[in-house]
T-cell receptor, first 116, second 111 residues
C-alpha cells in the first residue's frame, strides 16, 4: 500500500516555542492531507483538511493561528504548533489521499509532542 | 455525515473469531464503510472497506446488510497481536467527509 511518513517521530520543546511537523506521501501524490490529534486512550480528532495549493479548512474549535498548516506540494504538508503550551502535548497524526490511491486514506506513524 | 456507534470494548481468546458491529443508521447513498486498526502510539492502519453485501481480504471480512444501517467486521482466528482499537468510519470518500473517527472498539485478545 501507499506510504506516508512523518517527521519527527517525537519532539520535546519548551513552552513558548514553535514546532514544525512534516507529513510526506512517499509514493503517491496526495491531493488532500489531514491532520489529527489524539490524547491518551482517546479517539483521533480531526483538526484540519488541506488541499495542495490552497488554505487549510479547520474544524470547529481548532485555532488556525496556533496550528499553521501548509500544503505546499502534492507530497508534503506541514503542521506548525506556534507558541506551544503544555496542553498542546499530544500525539499528532497525518493522513493523505489521492486519486492514485482510489481515494483511500493512508496514515502516517504519528508524532509525539511533549511541551515542557 | 453518518454517525457511528460501536461497542466500547470487547474481549476474546486466541483462535476465536471476533465480530465487531458498527451502527450507522444515517448512512447516505454515496457513503462507504471503512474499518481501521490502531495500535498504541501508531497511526491507524486500513483493514477493509465496503459498500454493500460482503467484502473479504486476507485479514478480515466485512458484512453489510441490505439496508446498510450497520456493518460487521469479522476477524478470523484472532491472535494476541490483534489486540488493538478498531474504528469504523462512514462517509463519502470523494467528498472527504469520511474523516471523522468515533470512539472505536478496544479489542483485547487473551491467551
Amino acid at each position: 500500500g501507499a506510504v506516508v511518513s512523518q517527521h519527527p517521530s517525537r519532539v520535546i520543546c519548551k513552552s513558548g516555542t514553535s514546532v514544525k511537523i512534516e507529513c510526506r506521501s512517499l509514493d503517491f501524490q496526495a491531493t488532500t492531507m489531514f491532520w489529527y490529534r489524539q490524547f491518551p486512550k482517546k479517539s483521533l480528532m480531526l483538526m484540519a483538511t488541506s488541499n495542495e495549493g490552497s488554505k487549510a479548512t479547520y474544524e470547529q474549535g481548532v485555532e488556525k493561528d496556533k496550528f499553521l498548516i501548509n500544503h505546499a506540494s502534492l507530497t508534503l504538508s506541514t503542521l506548525t504548533v506556534t507558541s506551544a503550551h503544555p496542553e498542546d502535548s499530544s500525539f499528532y497524526i497525518c493522513s493523505a489521499r489521492g486519486s492514485a490511491t482510489s481515494y483511500e486514506q493512508y496514515f502516517g506513524p504519528g508524532t509525539r509532542l511533549t511541551v515542557t | 455525515l453518518a454517525k457511528t456507534t460501536q461497542p466500547i470494548s470487547m474481549d476474546s481468546y486466541e483462535g476465536q473469531e471476533v465480530n465487531i458491529t458498527c451502527s450507522h443508521n444515517n448512512i447516505a447513498t454515496n457513503d462507504y464503510i471503512t474499518w481501521y486498526q490502531q495500535f498504541p502510539s501508531q497511526g491507524p492502519r486500513f483493514i477493509i472497506q465496503g459498500y454493500k453485501t460482503k467484502v473479504t481480504n486476507e485479514v478480515a471480512s466485512l458484512f453489510i446488510p441490505a439496508d446498510r444501517k450497520s456493518s460487521t467486521l469479522s476477524l478470523p482466528r484472532v491472535s494476541l497481536s490483534d489486540t488493538a482499537v478498531y474504528y469504523c468510519l462512514v462517509g463519502d470518500r470523494r467528498s472527504n467527509n469520511d474523516m471523522r473517527f468515533g470512539a472505536g472498539t478496544r479489542l483485547t485478545v487473551k491467551p
